[in-house]
């Protein structure tokens, strides 16, 4: 009888917790749909993929912010969005898709500086390498990584590198 108890009260709270989500969802797509196409749009978007990074809305809602920081030429938002992209397909291990959206974001993160997100997407192409048991080229794609970090002196840069290089020689020694 206790477990049946709790497992209403799991499952319960479980569910509130998704109408949560949909609720304040639903709020912004509203609020979104009557914002003139500016900043104040681009960064209820962002907060809209941020909130549905787990299913496949983020991918359209990333498309949509994609499409718009580009038309106002705004390199931060779109690099946001190519981030948005590599994170939902790395969550997935899809290693070609994850490839196909550094390529697309290294441009953008040079222009608008979000090395951090870069440096963590580059994090996720490498952990999939590894995954995939490609250790030659999980090294040489971390070597990469942090001879750019030293380059640009981005300590997290640096941290990503030395990460991947160690989750590299843990999981190869199991």
């Known amino acids: 009888m206790k477990r049946l108890i709790l497992l209403i009260i799991t499952c319960y709270g479980l569910l509130s917790g998704y109408a949560n989500t949909d609720t304040a969802s639903d709020s912004l797509l509203q609020m979104l749909q009557t914002l003139p196409h500016d900043t104040t749009r681009l960064s209820t978007l962002n907060a809209i993929i941020k909130i549905e990074q787990n299913n496949y809305k983020c991918i359209q809602y990333s498309d949509t912010l994609m499409l718009e920081a580009l038309k106002l030429k705004n390199d931060k938002y779109a690099s ?9 397909y790395y969550n997935r291990c899809e290693q070609d898709s994850v490839a196909k959206w550094i390529v697309k974001m290294e441009p953008l993160v040079q222009k608008s500086g979000l090395w951090d997100y870069f440096f963590d997407a580059r994090r996720f192409q490498i952990d999939l390498y590894t995954f995939t048991e490609q250790y030659e080229l999980a090294i040489s794609e971390a070597n990469k990584m942090k001879q750019k970090a030293l380059d640009i002196d981005n300590n997290r840069g640096m941290v990503a590198a030395y990460q991947c290089l160690s989750h590299k020689y843990f999981v190869s020694l199991l």
Do not use: G, S, V
């Not at 946001?80 to 939902?88: F, G, K, R, V, W």
């Open 80 to 88: 946001l969005a190519a981030y948005y992209h590599l994170l939902y």
